[in-house]
């Protein structure tokens, strides 16, 4: 449930109802018409439908190892590509499109953008919107990054990223929605109808894209690329949900990712797309690769050269190359060779087409590339409020002793110390889009500015940046602990750089990067209460401060609105609703740790070398902060679970009720999870499995009865055969705040 707070929320909802609304009126220009598809397609010439599967990059804003290629305008003009990258704004858009349209068919070109979190307006990163278990939000985030994309010229958003994964050594775990594929498919589906809207061919709408297909999160060791083997159970059971949840949300794009999967590198693995993509899940839309990734076969050792590259990836459902060039150098005399059939040429080329007319290009190349619009969408004040709720939403409390916050407005003088204080680019994270024109140091709001605001001059604010993000210098600790015994209370804002999570930023070492943890200890030892805010992509390793300091904020990464969302935080005008979409773990030795795991046959117990048990005998067993953990600054009572019956048969649907009560002083919001668990079955089962949740929000007192809906499609699971089934037995049912806090207990019996 989303709650647009005052501060012109209501500006923020009439933005959304007339977003809404605009899109839904006006008829969709250029419906996709398949007699116009195949009468364009019988014109085409063998190159020219070549053309229309080549993908090519702004090389002056590559995102990946450019390939060195002769002339970008002379195929651009000759229609052998049909589709461009890192190319941005109503007018550098209009002017490729000018080119485009010099071709002999003037078919035009799809302009695609990594839109990951946000496009002028920076959202908070992925991994971090998750935590607000808000799906509401997230669709709107998305809405607002569409509708600025939309306006600068973008028909294609190379997201959402619905990679699963459970290590954070990883670095683009900051894009994804963390280690749960109930949640990250809840997440997808929210994330595709924000990015489509009312439709492709609305004005504010853009083809989203489902990546990276499939298993990538998994690559052993967290090292990005690297190759990931698992059963085909495991893949189907953790991994493939958030992709399916997407398809049937109706993604008009898939990518296709880096890794190979079991021996087979994912551009060519026929098995993920023929079979299940475009076979079980009947997509109808565009499967292309990832950067240059096609060509890269040749260095997994799976093609000899890019020929046979071309043949494999083509032939295994791949219908578009970014980037790698053996398309455009290869496929047409494959054709020719009967190599690749023209049947299969021609499928890949429609899927394209049928895009292009859907998005009324062929109406008018020129609808996405109106300056005037692009002016007023991208200035619209309306969008930052959007993205300070869900920035608001997104902030995990971890520990609050005391309590410690919200801040006290008894408190005269506040030292707010740290590396990231008056960070400003930092707080948008990696991938995130910076659109030309616009100045981000005035644009984004910086943690400093955010609270100096937020307290005004009543309250002394008092700065030191105490340390580096990384680096061994001590310098700048005497100043902090200065500035901190001048204080009634101290801030500490540490953690990682924008760059160091994200693609190709794996790190073996977790903890908090350079002298930060040792600056947290100095500044402890003042004998001040503390806060620490912890800013990162990823989740890190910071045992020390988790022992010893009171309260802890994980604030991600937030985007422009950073400043005014942990501003809102800190002094309780937000109370802070987040839930942890990872588990944390406590060391890297833990990796991976995650809640949903199989019990064993000597299950882990928490003392740390206790007996014959599967546990560490050097660190207790449970992660630091479990999957779903998030304090409030209220409190809530679960109570009086009831069942409207304890057997299940058929198709039938038990609801499970319960009252959820705000009992504490102040309003709040409650990510309540069900979790359920088939504890025998013809396979080991998980110990929970998130099977639903609601984010209510409370007055203080006030008590809401929560319903769960369990039917069949909750208890079944991939069985040995790979089929989805839900076996007759005992289940449990676990209900509260979080993975590791069960509230509520309850079984029934499916029979
Ligand atoms: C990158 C990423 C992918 C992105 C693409 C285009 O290498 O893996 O997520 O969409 O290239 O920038």
């Not at 704004?89 to 349209?101: N, P, S």
């Not at 498919?185 to 709408?205: E, K, N, P, T």
Request: charged share 20%.
């Amino acid at each position: 449930m989303t709650q647009i707070r005052r501060r012109g929320g209501a500006l923020a909802i009439l933005w959304i109802l007339a977003t809404a609304a605009v899109a839904g009126a006006a008829p969709l220009p250029g419906e996709a018409d398949s007699a116009r598809v195949e009468a364009l397609l019988a014109q085409m010439s063998l190159e020219e439908k070549v053309g229309q599967l080549v993908q090519m990059s702004n090389p002056d804003d590559a995102t990946g190892p450019v390939t060195a290629r002769a002339d970008r305008t002379r195929a651009l003009r000759t229609g052998a590509v049909g589709s461009v990258l890192n190319v941005v704004g109503a007018a550098e858009t209009r002017r490729y499109q000018e080119l485009a349209l010099q071709s002999r068919l003037h078919i035009p070109l799809l302009f695609a953008q990594d839109v990951i979190h946000g496009y002028k307006t920076g959202f908070p990163i992925p991994l971090a919107e998750a935590a607000s278990w808000d799906l509401e939000a997230i669709r709107q985030a998305e809405r607002v990054a569409a509708t600025e994309a939309a306006a600068a010229g973008v028909h294609w958003t190379f997201a959402p990223m619905l990679d699963i994964a459970r290590d954070p050594r990883w670095g683009r775990v900051m894009e994804g929605a963390g280690e749960d594929p109930y949640l990250g498919a809840r997440i997808a589906a929210a994330r595709v109808a924000g990015f489509q809207g009312s439709g492709l061919g609305a004005l504010d709408a853009v083809m989203a894209c489902a990546k990276h297909f499939a298993g990538y999160g998994a690559a052993i060791g967290g090292r990005d690329y690297n190759s990931v083997d698992m059963s085909l159970r495991q893949l189907w059971e953790t991994y493939l949900p958030p992709f399916k949840a997407a398809a049937e949300a109706g993604a008009a794009t898939f990518m296709n990712s880096f890794n190979d999967l079991n021996g087979v590198p994912a551009s060519a693995n026929a098995y993920l797309v023929n079979e299940i993509l475009k076979g079980r899940w009947n997509f109808q839309g565009i499967v292309v690769s990832d950067w240059g990734s096609i060509g890269e076969m040749v260095t997994h050792g799976y093609a000899a050269d890019n020929r046979e590259a071309a043949r494999a990836a083509i032939n295994a459902g791949n219908d578009m190359d970014m980037e790698s060039g053996a398309y455009g150098e290869h496929l047409a005399q494959l054709v020719r060779d009967g190599e690749v059939p023209v049947a299969r040429l021609d499928d890949a080329v429609r899927r394209i087409l049928r895009m292009k007319f859907r998005l009324g290009l062929f109406d008018d190349p020129f609808r996405y590339s109106d300056v005037e619009r692009e002016r007023r969408v991208l200035n619209n004040p309306a969008h930052a409020l959007v993205a300070r709720n869900i920035a608001r939403e997104s902030i995990v409390l971890l520990k609050n002793e005391g309590p410690l916050l919200p801040l006290s407005p008894k408190l005269r003088t506040i030292a707010f110390i740290g590396p990231l204080v008056k960070a400003k680019q930092d707080n948008l994270g990696g991938w995130a889009m910076e659109a030309p024109g616009f100045d981000y140091s005035q644009l984004i709001v910086s943690q400093w500015e955010g609270l100096q605001q937020r307290l005004g001059p009543a309250t002394r604010l008092l700065y030191a940046q105490g340390s580096d993000i990384d680096s061994a210098s001590t310098r700048g600790f005497a100043e902090a602990v200065a500035v901190a015994k001048r204080a009634d209370l101290v801030i500490l804002s540490v953690g990682e750089s924008r760059d160091m999570s994200g693609e190709a930023k794996s790190r073996s070492n977790l903890h908090l990067p350079g002298v930060q943890e040792e600056l947290i200890k100095a500044v402890q030892a003042t004998g001040k209460p503390v806060v620490v805010l912890i800013n990162a992509g990823r989740p890190l390793v910071f045992e020390w401060t988790a022992e010893h300091v009171p309260a802890i904020l994980y604030t991600w990464w937030l985007g422009s609105e950073a400043g005014h969302a942990i501003a809102d935080v800190l002094s309780g005008d937000y109370n802070p609703s987040g839930k942890l979409p990872m588990s944390f773990p406590r060391s890297e030795g833990q990796i991976p740790v995650y809640y949903n795991h199989f019990n064993s046959g000597r299950p882990a117990v928490d003392e740390p070398g206790h007996g014959y048990q599967s546990s560490y005998i050097d660190l207790p067993f449970r992660p630091r902060y479990a999957f779903g953990h998030g304090l409030s600054y209220t409190s809530f009572r679960y109570e009086h679970l009831q069942l409207d019956r304890h057997q299940l048969r058929g198709e039938e649907q038990l609801i499970a009720s319960f009252e959820l009560t705000n009992t504490g002083p102040r309003a709040g919001s409650e990510a309540v999870q069900l979790y359920l668990r088939d504890p025998v079955a013809s396979l080991v089962r998980p110990v929970q499995e998130l099977k639903d949740f609601q984010k209510i929000t409370l007055q203080p007192g006030e008590s809401h009865t929560v319903q769960f809906v369990i039917d069949r499609d909750k208890l079944s699971f991939y069985d040995a055969r790979l089929q989805w089934v839900a076996e007759p037995g005992e289940f449990e049912i676990q209900i509260g705040p979080a993975s590791d806090e069960i509230r509520l207990r309850d079984q029934f019996l499916l029979q």
